[in-house]
Nanobody, 114 residues
Framework: QVQLVESGGGVVQAGGSLRLSCAASGRTFSTYTMGWFRQGPGKAREFVAV????????SYAESVKGRFTISRDNAKNTGFLQMNSLKPEDTAVYYC???????WGAGTQVTVSS
């Protein structure tokens, strides 16, 4: 089973950008579909984006489509989430996970100020 650690969060003004990283341990990262999820204050965890094992296919939640881009570098065992045109409603703890889901990590906090 692969273990994932998120990083790259921070505080940014509305309209700004952040790039999140998801570092995977183990040699089997490329055998997993990978997704990003988020949990805003007082909200349930929700799906953000998903990328296929080799990165050829992606899908996004409607709320982030056109603003966020998911990618991966299997040679570096790392996944990414590029977030542009951030909005205050994007404020959340962001998590990466394999699909099917494995254990959740600590996530990385993203705060967007208005």
């Amino acid at each position: 089973q692969v273990q994932l650690v998120e990083s790259g969060g921070g505080v940014v003004q509305a309209g700004g950008s952040l790039r999140l990283s998801c570092a995977a341990s183990g040699r089997t990262f490329s055998t997993y579909t990978m997704g990003w999820f988020r949990q805003g204050p007082g909200k349930a965890r929700e799906f953000v984006a998903v990328i296929s094992k080799l990165g050829s296919a992606t899908s996004y939640a409607e709320s982030v489509k056109g603003r966020f881009t998911i990618s991966r570098d299997n040679a570096k065992n790392t996944g990414f989430l590029q977030m542009n045109s951030l909005k205050p409603e994007d404020t959340a703890v962001y998590y990466c996970n394999t699909i099917p889901l494995g254990p959740w990590g600590a996530g990385t906090q993203v705060t967007v100020s208005s």
